[in-house]
């Protein structure tokens, strides 16, 4: 259509460059961490590649010396969902043992400009860890910024649960055509507005779950979340909340 402008070519011919709207961002897997008693994040780590990239490996869910804690500035059930993103104000706590006031972080493997601060509010989509002498490194967390992003609830997806799949575009701006695809495949369901409802949970439900959507002037496709469905009702696993040992996403005091 003539002055409409769509990116051209699939999401992985497009040059990875974080911030940039166009890019949909690398794929990444969501998997809850169970045994906890706050909503969080889940860990990831990887290098996305230009092709095909695998999803983000999950980290061991034990994190005894230093965590990220993930804090979003919105209420409920917003700061409930994730991956994290920019237009929301995320700020990263680096906390755990070691010396407070020592800390140093990394983006994209690399240092960060934050060192010695051990809070910060993101302005930049990547992946974000940090360190203290004597504690190690934490595990990672991810902040995009992506024209497009789909969002899943941080819990633990259980059998005969009702889940909620969220296409969000950047800045919460009004999206249209929203279609939600399972493993490459269009569902074709029923949507209200850009929200895709599974209910009652089942096994397979489990997969590779993406999401297209258009404005005036652009159309984006986000990335890939692995969405896996745990146990039944009657034998419920612990709570994906965990204790401020693991970093995730908190809710400040209201």
């Given amino acids: ?131 203290r002498p004597g504690s190690g490194l934490s595990p990672p967390v991810i902040a995009l910024n992506d024209r497009l992003v789909l969002q899943v609830p941080a819990r633990t997806l259980l059998e005969g649960d009702t889940v909620t799949l969220r296409c969000r575009a950047m800045w919460d701006m009004s999206v249209d055509r929203v279609r939600f695809y399972k493993d490459k495949k269009d569902l074709r369901m029923s949507l209200r507005g850009n929200e895709l409802s599974l209910s009652p949970l089942q096994q397979h439900h489990s997969g590779r779950y993406h999401c297209e959507g258009s404005g005036p002037f652009w159309a984006s496709q986000s990335a890939p979340v692995t969405v896996t469905v745990h146990g039944t009702r009657g034998h419920k696993s612990p709570s994906p909340l965990l204790p401020r040992a693991l970093h995730g996403a908190r809710v400040p005091p209201q």
């Fill in 1 to 131: 259509m003539r002055g409409q402008h769509v990116p051209k070519g699939p999401p992985s011919q497009i040059v990875p460059r974080h911030g940039d709207p166009n890019y949909p961002g690398p794929p990444f897997s969501w998997t809850p961490i169970l045994g906890s008693s706050h909503a969080l994040s889940p860990p990831f780590l990887g290098t996305p590649s230009p092709t095909e990239p695998p999803d983000y490996p999950i980290m061991s869910p034990a994190c005894p010396l230093l965590c990220l804690l993930l804090s979003l500035t919105l209420p409920p059930p917003r700061a409930t969902y994730m991956p994290a993103v920019l237009w929301d104000r995320v700020t990263l706590t680096c906390q755990g043992s070691g010396t407070a006031g020592a800390t140093t972080w990394y983006k994209d493997g690399q240092r960060w400009g934050q060192n010695r601060r051990d809070s910060f509010t993101v302005t930049e989509s990547g992946t974000y860890t940090c360190d």
